[in-house]
């Protein structure tokens, strides 16, 4: 009688891992072969098993014959960008603040539509941006920018005092941190000097804006203090030395020329020719804000000149 050997015939089908990280820094590895036992070296035994970090994988499959293959695979991480716009800002009116992706040589697109690596805004709103680069991993993030208005300061017109009266400068804009010229911090001060008044307030949210007044006071016949400004001509303003005083032809008296400068301080003074041009000599002042006082008999005017 002949006899037979039985031999086991053991069949895989050919473990495949191909794959690295994808955008989304996921990736499925599947060893095939259903219905066997499978030994991945993280310890899973699913035929199929998610990962997503990068590093060496490797599986060993065991048929229902007993039959064993192994396969292993090298995931690597795609580069993938990371957005940071930064935290929300606060502009002022004016103020113009660069948003930049950090990445300028990838694909990028802002939702202003912009496509440039950095953009300039000015106006409130969320601005988002996405980069994606030559991989095909992308980021996203968004900044909220807000713009406030500066601060509105008007002291008023410059004005001139009969010695003894005084006048309130008000730089509104309450609730706002004030600094005066002169030292004060108040919303409000009283003037009583001849001086160029100048203050800046600074709102809640950090925008500031500025104003000045020049006030000059002046010796008063009686209490009545009678203007010229419709009646003296002052020119050029601002003067690059020579500065020039034209009288009415009405006014039949000279007129006292005084330049004070923004302390107070008289530096030039000088009489007008009658109905005619008046030369007033600034070349040896220094650059800066000057007080030019007009007065002929009782009538008094000021004028506010800046030397170039």
Known sequence: ?????????CCL????????????QTRSLDAGNAGSNYVWSNAFSTQIISIN????????????????ASDAIVI??????????????NLCEGQALTLSSGF????TVWSTGATSPSINVTATGAYTVQVTLITGCSDVDTVQINVHPNPVVDLGADTTLCEGLTLTLDAGN????YVWS?????????????DLYEVTVTN???????????VSVVVCVGTEELALQDQVKVFPNPAGGKLFVQMDELLSNPAQLSVFNTAGQLVRSQQSISNQQTEIDLSAMPKGLYLLRVQSGVQVATFRVAVQ
């Open 1 to 9: 009688m002949q006899s037979y050997t039985k031999h086991l015939i």
């Open 13 to 24: 089908v050919a473990i495949v891992l191909l794959g690295r990280l994808d955008a989304q």
């Open 53 to 68: 970090t990068p590093g060496n994988y490797a599986v060993t499959v065991t048929n229902s014959n007993g039959c064993s």
């Open 76 to 89: 690597t991480a795609l580069a993938t960008p990371v957005i940071n716009l930064g935290t929300d800002q």
């Open 104 to 107: 300028p040589g990838a694909a």
């Open 174 to 177: 309450a609730g706002s941190a």
């Open 182 to 194: 002169n030292g004060a911090t108040t919303q409000a001060i009283t003037a009583s000097a001849s």
């Open 204 to 214: 809640t949210f950090g925008c500031s804006a500025s104003n000045d007044v020049a």
